[in-house]
């Protein structure tokens, strides 16, 4: 990874396209995400990559990892499109499509059948958070980034991060127990 980096950073586009094809499907399903808009993470998507190419001098692999530096621009990204485009959050409809759910290996059709609908579920009560509550628990839960490293992307302090994230797990526990026993 530091050799591809490297020869990123240096100019080489075969080196650049490698990098892309690696992390677009993580940038776009975390722009979908937070926008909840297909065409909006699309943007995102192409801003975040353009941005990587011009800022490939100013990553500073010393001090922040590769995938930290990306999900900061694409959290960034995230920020000024849906000021600037106003969008609305995601619908289950849209989502249901779009493959974002986590991977996994059901043993039966039951447990996928479940899984898909506490999927849906969750993805409601998600879509009930507001966008700084939305973003830490898609950096935290949608993308395996410690506390640490969803401060660092989000430019919050630590307590902050944690703060929200309490909020949001808490929020989303009341949802999804209201829609269950409204069920």
């Given amino acids: 990874m530091q050799d591809l980096i490297r020869e990123w950073q240096s100019g080489d586009t075969e080196a650049f396209a490698s990098l892309f094809r690696q992390y677009e499907k993580m940038v776009y399903r975390t722009a979908y995400l937070i926008t909840g808009d297909s065409e909006a993470a699309k943007d995102v998507l192409q801003e975040v990559f353009l941005s990587v190419w011009k800022s490939r001098r ?10 930290t530096w990306l999900h900061r621009i694409t959290v960034n990204k995230c920020s000024r499109i849906r000021r600037k485009k106003n969008i609305s959050f995601l619908s289950l409809e849209e989502v249901k499509g779009k493959n974002l759910q986590p991977n996994e290996n059901p043993a039966s059709v039951e447990e996928a059948m479940i899984s898909r609908v506490e999927y849906d579920n969750f993805l ?33 302090p630590l307590g902050t991060v944690k703060s929200r994230l309490h909020y949001a797990l808490k929020s989303l526990r009341q949802t999804l127990f209201a829609e269950e026993g409204g069920s």
């Fill in 124 to 156: 409601h009560a998600l879509n009930e958070l507001d966008s700084k509550h939305r973003t830490v628990v898609v950096l935290r839960y949608f993308n395996d980034l410690s506390c640490n490293e969803v401060a660092s992307i989000t430019g919050i």
């Fill in 58 to 67: 100013s990553f500073n692999p010393e001090l922040a990892k590769f995938t």
